[in-house]
């Protein structure tokens, strides 16, 4: 299973932009998804989650901004980012916990990442 992330691009400050992750395959589910980025220089940061029982967590920096979510009929996680600012630059990645078939384990995956750019 590979993850497809989509969404990124160039934002000027105040904008919005959605991204969105999914796998490559039909899988039974998604259990766990988390939203992380990295700018240059910096260590990859943990931005949002959204757990398997539905409870979302923002790191203080996005929250009120940010939106994680997840079309369970689609597989789909989205984060939807409003009133972007350009320390939000970064690459981001999600990563899901995916349970590939009925009864199968949780396993990790990692998307390749999608570069945002917030600039004048």
């Known amino acids: 299973v590979q993850l497809q992330a989509s969404g990124g691009g160039l934002v000027q400050p105040g904008g919005s932009l959605r991204l969105s992750c999914a796998p490559s395959?039909?899988?039974?589910?998604?259990?766990?998804v988390g939203w992380y980025r990295q700018a240059p220089g910096n260590q990859r940061e943990w931005v949002a989650s959204?757990?398997?029982?539905?409870?979302?967590n923002y790191a203080d920096s996005v929250k009120g901004r940010f939106t994680v979510s997840r079309d369970n009929a689609k597989n789909t996680a989205y984060l939807q980012m409003n009133t972007l600012k350009p320390e939000d630059t970064a690459v981001y990645y999600c990563h899901l916990t995916i349970r590939r078939t009925v009864g199968s384990r949780l396993r990790d995956y990692w998307g390749r990442g999608t570069q945002v750019t917030v600039s004048s």
């Open positions: 959204f757990t398997s029982g539905g409870a979302t």
């Open positions: 395959e039909i899988i039974f589910s998604i259990n766990l």
